[in-house]
């Protein structure tokens, strides 16, 4: 099984909410990551957890929390947000960073 | 910094028609290389992948690509489309080493296959 889950599929946030974006995998996987796909783009990486740590942050604003709870659980946390934000938050897994990453399906996010 | 190019952002063939999207990848020391595939209102999935050993790599659903070290090239190819293989196509390389194990992807190519 390659499935990582991710909740909510839809997310509608005005600019002065709070709310979070979960993922979940059941793998294994020591390795978990945010990236950020806008309309016909390729995927841009946000966040890199690796053992829980994290490892990468690139130079994401810090409207943008990403927390690690344990080895399967990857959460982001958003807290406001510009209209700009709006795109498809995907979450990946890998064994590790050297080893071949698979996708959730996505939380797309709309900032009013 | 590392950087994948594709090619061509828009390919329409017909089915049965034969496929090579091209990919190129900038040179970073150990790399692995990989196809990710789009479908229309679904996830990412992984195609295939390179890491080392045979060069021609075999994937799912009939896809394979060959890793051509002297050109950076990473092309996939498949000898017959189907109307089903209509998505998006994304190359990535994975930079070990000073690359920090960071993926990066080229800008995609959206296949089109007209039954």
């Known amino acids: 099984d390659t499935e990582v889950t991710q909740t909510p599929k839809h997310l509608v946030m005005g600019m002065t909410n709070k709310k979070s974006l979960k993922c979940e995998q059941h793998?294994?996987?020591?390795?978990m990551y945010w990236y950020k796909q806008k309309a016909k783009k390729p995927p841009e990486l946000m966040f890199v957890?690796?053992?829980?740590?994290?490892?990468i942050n690139e130079s994401v604003p810090s409207r943008f929390s990403p927390e690690c709870p344990n080895s399967s659980l990857l959460n982001l946390h958003l807290h406001a947000l510009q209209p700009e934000d709006s795109a498809l938050y995907l979450c990946?897994?890998?064994?590790?960073?050297?080893?071949?990453?698979?996708f959730g399906p996505g939380t797309r996010l709309t900032v009013t | 910094a590392q950087s994948v190019s594709q090619h061509n952002h828009h390919v329409i063939l017909s089915e049965a028609a034969s496929l090579e999207l091209g990919c190129n990848y900038s040179?970073?020391?150990?790399?692995?290389l990989f196809w990710y595939v789009q479908y229309p209102g679904q996830h990412l999935q992984l195609l295939l992948k390179?890491?080392?050993?045979?060069?021609l790599v075999k994937g799912i659903k009939g896809f394979e690509a060959e890793f051509i070290k002297s050109k950076f090239s990473f092309n996939l190819r498949k000898p017959s489309v189907q109307w089903s293989d209509t998505a998006e196509y994304f190359c990535?390389?994975?930079?070990?080493?000073?690359?920090?194990?960071?993926?990066?992807f080229g800008a995609g190519t959206i296949l089109r296959v007209k039954s």
């Open positions: 390179y890491f080392s050993g045979d060069p």
């Open positions: 040179y970073g020391g150990t790399v692995n």
């Open positions: 793998m294994g996987h020591r390795a």
């Open positions: 957890y690796s053992y829980e740590k994290l490892s």
């Open positions: 990535a390389s994975l930079g070990r080493g000073e690359y920090g194990n960071k993926l990066v």
């Open positions: 990946a897994s890998s064994r590790d960073r050297t080893y071949e990453q698979y």
